[in-house]
């Protein structure tokens, strides 16, 4: 296990590894507080599991038609943003069921992902790490735009953070303050999007909704005020995500599984402990 320590001052990819488990962690857990908070964990699942259907497309265009700009991050971050619009819509405006709608949208992106990088000539297992994760793969690049968006995202937290809190817990009295609900909430969406997009290296596509809303759940074991769960996340995930980095590079394990692995584990614990002490 201390391999990973040895090795972390001479090996740049692990370096980039470690800020980017701590930008991540940042970006999950400001942003999963909301998501728990507002209880639209649903969406953001839907939206993760959509990115698919944008990485997909953005392959095949590139594989079938040299079009080398669309790459599948670019496609991830369109299908993302698109997302957040068609749904946030859907549930502000439509009559239907939001549920029933969502999951549609959620099994189309899906579908419309494994059509494309089947139809894509030269299909290539790098498409994998997006499902999957694979922390130790992130480019330079990724890393200033994940930092970016991490600077970006703490601004608007500290900036909106009462309009923010006050629509996730009680629309009608927000409303009454004059809180524009809406704006709100389809920001809310457009940097669950966001983070989704920048955390699938990490985590993968299948399992960055876990990073959203584990860590968020073991903080609410521990406090009430969301200020000290929105820190408490950040630090749960940071811990976990370098956890499941070290134990996979010692055993050669995918380290977004082992991540959410701890998380799984430290969540049933809390629960299965908090409903004993009920019982009591």
């Known amino acids: 296990m201390l391999a990973f320590f040895y090795d972390l001052p001479e090996l740049v990819f692990l370096q980039n590894a470690l800020i980017a488990s701590l930008l991540c962690s940042v970006t999950s857990g400001i942003v999963g507080t909301y998501v728990v908070l507002r209880r639209i964990s649903y969406i953001a699942a839907a939206m993760a599991h959509s990115l698919l259907g944008g990485i997909g497309v953005a392959k095949y265009l590139s594989s079938a038609y040299g079009i080398k700009w669309m790459t599948p991050q670019l496609g991830a971050l369109i299908a993302g943003l698109l997302s957040a619009a068609v749904i946030g819509w859907i549930t502000l405006k439509s009559k239907e069921r939001a ?24 299909y290539s297992e790098d498409l994998m790490s997006y499902l999957f994760g694979n922390i130790l793969m992130v480019s ?20 909106f953070y009462r309009q923010t809190v006050s629509v996730s817990f009680d629309e009608e009295f927000a409303m009454s303050r004059g809180v524009k609900i809406e704006f709100y909430y389809m920001m809310l969406l457009v940097l669950t999007a966001l983070t989704v997009v920048f955390s699938i290296e990490a985590v993968g596509i299948l ?50 599984a082992f991540t959410i692995l701890i998380l799984s584990s430290a969540y049933f614990f809390l629960s299965i402990l908090a409903i004993l002490r009920k019982g009591k």
Do not use: C, Q
């Open 99 to 122: 549920d029933t709608v969502i999951s549609a949208f959620w099994a189309a992106g899906m579908s419309i992902g494994i059509i494309a990088i089947h139809a894509a000539p030269g």
């Open 140 to 159: 330079n690049e990724r890393l200033w735009l994940l930092g970016i968006f991490s600077l970006i995202l703490v601004a608007l937290t500290i900036l």
């Open 207 to 256: 399992m960055v909704f876990s990073l959203l809303t584990l860590p968020v759940a073991i903080a609410s074991h521990f406090f009430n005020r969301v200020w000290k769960i929105m820190l408490a996340s950040v630090l749960i995930g940071f811990v976990s995500t370098v956890s499941g980095l070290v134990v996979s590079y010692a055993l050669n394990i995918p380290s977004g």
